[in-house]
């Protein structure tokens, strides 16, 4: 199938931000109409980690998400240092940083993209076995609960609604499809 030509005449900054850019862009559709698109550039990407226990229990984090004025259940991750960080490392540093644990093989698992229609933002997933005690170190603002769940109640989280978190959604998931 032939995709209709699209064309960006103009991307203008509209807020530069610590890790984000919004811009417009001003997009010349197949009819020659121009219209106005926002469009997030998320400048360094990010990591994500789901723990498993010796148990097998999922270790997940409670946070505030502003966006939402709530608190969510999520996998830990986090934005990369620079554009040039390895995600795996990323991934290493925040499963530390955010749960007190380290884990010296993290195993890819998958990347996404969180959304596509206005957003650049990608994340790579690992998984984390043989985890390693050692020590939480939340960024200075930053306040996580701890909860161990088990895969089957997390899916159910997810199926309730309660989970909205996509990469945590995306996480769950797939890690249930590739070892259970």
């Known amino acids: 199938m032939k995709q209709p030509l699209l064309r960006r005449k103009e991307r203008v900054l509209e807020h530069q931000g610590s890790i984000l850019d919004i811009y ?3 997009m010349e559709l197949p009819d020659g109409k121009v219209e106005k ?3 997030v550039e998320h400048r360094k990407g990010a990591a994500a980690v789901v723990p498993v226990l010796p148990d097998g229990k999922i270790l997940m984090v409670r946070q505030y998400r502003n966006a939402l004025n709530r608190f969510t259940l999520e996998i ?5 240092d620079s554009v040039t960080e390895p995600t795996i490392e990323c991934a290493s540093r925040e499963l530390e940083e955010e749960t007190g644990y380290r884990c010296d093989n993290l ?3 998958l990347s996404l993209r969180t959304t596509v229609a206005f957003c650049n933002e990608m994340i790579d997933v690992y998984v984390a076995r043989d985890l390693i005690p050692s020590e939480q170190h939340l960024d200075e603002g930053e306040y996580i609960e701890l909860e ?3 895969l089957s109640e997390l899916c159910e989280l997810v199926y309730q609604g309660v989970i909205q978190d996509g990469k945590t959604v995306a996480a769950i998931m797939a890690y ?3 070892y259970c």
């Open 76 to 80: 830990p991750a986090g934005s990369r």
């Open 176 to 178: 249930k499809n590739k």
């Open 148 to 150: 161990a769940h088990e």
């Open 37 to 39: 698109w926002d469009y």
């Open 24 to 26: 417009s862009d001003y």
């Open 107 to 109: 195993e890819f698992l």
